[in-house]
């Protein structure tokens, strides 16, 4: 061809004309085909187990590995199965003595259920069903029989001079009935048994069938296609990094206080909560304070500039109106017939599933509230949000300045005696504004079911006091591999315990409670801050209540209130004297003697501060005056005593005060 091109017969313009056509065959003959990621068949698919995770407030980093075995050249391995609810851009992959190509992230759909299997225990249900309905007929039956014999009864006026074959007929027939009644019992006692069976087995098919009503049909999971060149082949370990939601911790504590060493064992424990689609069986934990932000690099500032206020001028402006409609659908994409079959295998499985979930529900009562059915929620109505808020005061009496209070163990052992019958299960959850205000939304998980789930703010207590402690960051490994399965229930991880010692006393409030609580003061002696968490009381033996510590960084102290002390009684008794004075009786006037008893049943000394309070005037007629010398109540008419009380002993303390008013004024109390 080339050598009839460049004859000479063939003119030279169109020689030269034709080499651009030759030199693209040329390029379009050495490039290769290429292909969609969705049509590569994958070298294998790999398993990579979970290994380790790093739980955050709000998250977890999840680290997978495998041993994979690499050809000279490119590979393409496939991970399957990964939660749908993964950070798909965190997702990273590590592998020595090769170079990652590409990552190639796809959505799917799997079903989670066989239609031939829900279709065998549909069937096994109805069958077992049928059987039940006909037994319990045949025992109604049966049973009819039996009360109809045993109505049966001889004539109240008997037959004077009733021949003997008469006698002879109606000893036979009660014969024949009680040899009846008996082949009844005995069917019936058959039947019964049946019954038990029947519906025993009825039991193990809807336990079998309990997956089909609480799971959706279809879950979206998330395939990963890694493309490797390697330049040799070799053996090397491949790890695969990506961050996961719903996952979060909070810290819980168990501590022990020994009042004969005057010592406390803290342990730390954390309750680790997840529903990330995934369990973790037999992983390294690790627990950090550390908050994620997307946000890593430093705002800028715009120029912030002043002008004078221009003339306002009118401008109209439309109501709000409906949007006109389209003229012409839009066009619709056309449906393959796998894509025709596939949607029809899954109509189907939803159908069946429904039958099945009206088949076991089919007898249960609507479930009432106040007189009203609990109806389910519209799918389309708005989510309502029901802040449920709980204030809890925790009351320090070192601090005098304040409001007379009462110590701290006061309000604990209260709430203690309520919590104490699910100590096992207690857990608290965390909240930026208030760590009791629960958010009750809903979540669409599923195209045709809405969720009800427990939302709460999880930027926990954690980060809120942890700037105090000197650090944002930081970590604790649990000591052993745990096993965390994704069923959002809380499982509890011990991390550490330390044993350190305190210095503890006593404090009154006798007005109030005739008990005295001890209190302590503990010093941090970890390099690691004590979080914010509940913890658990145990004096000697004995459980003593449940109490909130607030976060205290390495080296720093915090008070802590142990509890109510039996051993120490105190008694309130308050003397009111009146009389009148001034010109024929003008002013009112009333002294008080308040008398406190501190009785020390124990075998030892003890210290102890006292707080009692006069009363504050707002009124200028009407004057207080503490009568007794060398006391100095505080702004607000606190006042307090430090005394020791001798083992076996009672001390006293006295003191008095006067209210004037004008003739015949009653005095109301208030508390602010």
Known sequence: ??????????PTHTILSMIP??????????????????????????????????????????????????????????????????????????????RILRLVPTVAEKEQFDIKELNTLFDKIYAVDQDIKILQKENSVLQAQYNLLTNIKAPNNPIKEAPLSLARNWKSNVDFFEKRQTSLSTKQYRIQQNLRKKRKEMEELKIQAQPYQSQSITKKQ????????????????????????????????????????????????????QSSGENWDDI????????????????????????????????????????????????????????????????????????????????????????????????????????????????????????LKKPQGMITMERAKAQFNSLPQLREH???????TNIQGYDFYEEDTIQQVQQTNRAIPIQRKVAETGGLDYRWNAPATVKIGSDSQPVKVP???????????????????????????????????????????????????????DTTGPKGTMNLALGMDENIRL???????????????STDITEYKVRIEIGNYKDKDIEIRIFDQIPLSEQED???????????????????????????????????????????WVIKGRHR
């Open 222 to 273: 998330v395939q990963v296609l890694i493309f490797i060149d390697s330049t040799k082949e070799q053996q090397t370990e491949l790890d695969l990094q990506y961050f996961t939601s719903k996952a979060y911790w909070e810290p819980i504590y168990h501590l022990d206080y020994d009042p004969q060493a005057d010592t406390i064992e803290l342990k730390t424990a954390a309750l680790v909560n």
């Open 1 to 10: 061809m080339y050598r009839d091109i460049c004859s000479k017969s063939t």
């Open 21 to 98: 056509f030759l030199l693209s065959l040329g390029a379009f003959a050495d490039t290769p085909m290429t292909t969609s990621p969705e049509l590569i068949e994958p070298t294998a698919t790999l398993e990579l187990p979970i290994e380790k995770a790093v739980v955050y407030n709000t998250k977890a980093q999840i680290f997978r590995a495998q041993t994979i075995t690499l050809k000279k050249g490119v590979n393409v391995f496939s991970c399957a199965d990964l939660p749908h609810n993964i950070d798909i851009k965190s997702l990273r992959v590590q592998i020595p003595n090769a």
């Open 571 to 585: 008694k309130h008794n308050i003397i009111p004297k009146q009389y009148s004075k001034g010109l024929i009786g």
């Open 495 to 549: 991390l550490e315990s330390n044993t350190f010692p305190v210095k503890t006393f006593y404090e009154a409030t006798p007005s109030i409670s005739k008990h005295a609580y001890l209190s302590a003061i503990i010093q941090n002696p970890s390099d690691k801050p004590i979080l914010q968490g509940k913890t658990h009381i145990f004096i000697g033996d004995s459980y003593a209540g449940s109490e909130k510590l």
């Open 622 to 664: 009407v004057q207080i005056e503490l009568l007794t010398k060398n006391l100095s109540p505080n702004r607000n008419g606190i006042l307090k005593w430090d005394i020791t009380v001798p083992a076996q002993k009672t001390e006293v303390i006295e003191f008095s005060y006067k209210i004037q008013r004008p003739k015949n």
């Open 430 to 436: 965390f909240n930026l504004i208030d760590p009791n």
């Open 284 to 403: 390294d934990l690790e627990l950090s304070t550390s908050t994620l932000s997307g946000d890593i690099t430093v705002p800028t500032l715009k120029s912030w500039i002043l002008a004078e206020k221009q003339e306002y001028i009118p401008k109209a402006k439309a109501q709000n109106t409906n949007k006109p409609k389209e003229r012409f659908d839009a066009p619709q994409k056309k449906v393959s017939l796998k894509e025709a079959q596939k949607g029809a295998q899954k109509l189907a499985m939803q159908n069946q599933v429904q039958n099945l979930r009206n088949f076991i529900q089919k007898d249960s009562k609507p479930k009432t509230t106040l007189g009203k059915s609990t109806k389910s929620r519209s799918r389309r109505s708005s989510p309502s949000v029901v802040y449920q808020e709980k204030t809890e005061i925790d009351f320090e009496a070192i601090d005098i300045e304040g409001q």
